[in-house]
């Protein structure tokens, strides 16, 4: 008698479940659609790789070659620099008080310590900083377009 008592019990249970039904509506403004479109079609165009948008990519290694609290020689640094090495991006970072002047996008910690023992001669303070680096460029031209 249990047994069929807990057995009508489940299958009721069982079916009161499945028993619900109903209808989900959406209220959204028309104008989502319409800039979720503009941005696929901003950010997707097929065939074709945006060269000039940088790509945040994984943590990297950076070189700081100057820090100080005076804008004018963080910036005369920064040109400085610059004008030696035209290949590398640099960076300016704020953090009150001082400024600081970082440079490169390297993967490696070893490419990092290239570029110090290279610039160590022109730049005497540098260290190397751990953070989010931009992926390198890639060459997106194909063997018809060379």
Do not use: H, W
């Not at 910036?75 to 490169?104: C, D, H, M, W």
């Not at 290279?118 to 992926?135: D, G, V, W």
Request: proline share 5%.
């Amino acid at each position: 008698m249990k047994i069929t008592l807990t057995f009508i019990f489940c299958l009721f249970l069982f079916t009161t479940s499945f028993a619900q039904r109903g209808e989900v509506t959406v209220i959204k403004d028309p104008l989502i659609d319409s800039l979720i479109a503009k941005r696929s079609q901003v950010y997707k165009t097929p065939g074709e790789v945006k060269i000039g948008k940088p790509i945040v990519s994984a943590y990297g290694y950076r070189v700081q070659i100057f820090y100080g609290s005076d804008r004018r020689e963080v910036f005369s640094q920064q040109a400085r620099f610059k004008s030696l090495y035209p290949r590398f991006n640099t960076y300016l970072i704020y953090k009150e008080p001082n400024y600081y002047v970082r440079v490169g996008d390297f993967r490696t910690r070893l490419e990092a310590q290239r570029l110090m023992s290279e610039i160590r001669s022109t730049f005497p303070t540098l260290f190397i900083f751990r953070e989010k680096i931009n992926a390198p460029s890639l060459d997106t031209t194909t063997d018809d377009q060379r």
